[in-house]
């Protein structure tokens, strides 16, 4: 079974991980509203998903 020779240093640790980062969502219009929403699910402003009310949105 393979050993380490030598321990890994902090810097050599947190170069490897400087690419572990979250990433932005994808964001698309809403075609309806023009809001930004994620693709493929129901708009949160104005509650459509294509053509079709699906989810009865509340203004506040």
Do not use: I, N
Request: hydrophobic fraction near 20%.
């Amino acid at each position: 079974m393979a050993v380490p020779k030598r321990r890994t240093s902090k810097r050599k640790k947190r170069a490897r991980r400087t690419h572990y980062k979250a990433e932005m969502p994808t964001l698309q219009p809403c075609p309806r509203c023009h809001d930004l929403k994620r693709p493929h699910r129901v708009c949160p402003t104005c509650g459509y998903y294509g053509d079709v009310q699906r989810v009865a949105v509340e203004d506040t």
